[in-house]
């Protein structure tokens, strides 16, 4: 790989941070390529990806960026998931690949400018996701007009109960 190669590759490595929500940076010695395939189609699912740079280059790239704090754990073969909507599901992705080929070993993150440990990752990926969370949000907000109306409803009900008691008293 020449100068100008090697610039263009620290230039795009350094855009995609920019836009990172979520960066996780992991081992995958002993991965095959085909199960690396599988991460990268899974990730892509979840709006993220994965890519294998070398860790000069990587260190270069996050230099000026929120992600400056991964460059520590850039040794060994590296490869970086970055998350660019929601962290939660590249979480779920990546924790759940790492569970399913243990050649995956998660070394660190960063979630908005924060460091995470590969517990934390391990963390949020328990969390519920987006849609999940969202459709939570809706059955809260509906059920509060379905009780008011519900309260509402009772006063009449129960004054027709009252005109029909009146009405069955004074036929008898």
Known sequence: MNRDEKAS????????FGKAKFAVVADYRGLKVTELEK???ELKKNEA???VAKNTLLRLAVKGTGYEALSS???GTTAVAV????PVASAKALVGFAK????LSIRSAVLEG??????DVVALSKLP????LQAKLLGTLAAVPTGFVRVLSGVPRNFVYVLQAIKEQKEN
């Open 9 to 16: 590759k620290v230039s795009e490595l350094n855009e995609t």
């Open 39 to 41: 991460l990268r189609r």
């Open 49 to 51: 990806q994965i890519r």
């Open 73 to 75: 754990h850039f040794t």
């Open 83 to 86: 998350s660019f909507a929601d």
């Open 100 to 103: 399913e080929y243990e050649a």
């Open 114 to 119: 924060k460091a995470q440990s590969p517990d």
């Open 129 to 132: 996701g987006k849609p999940e």
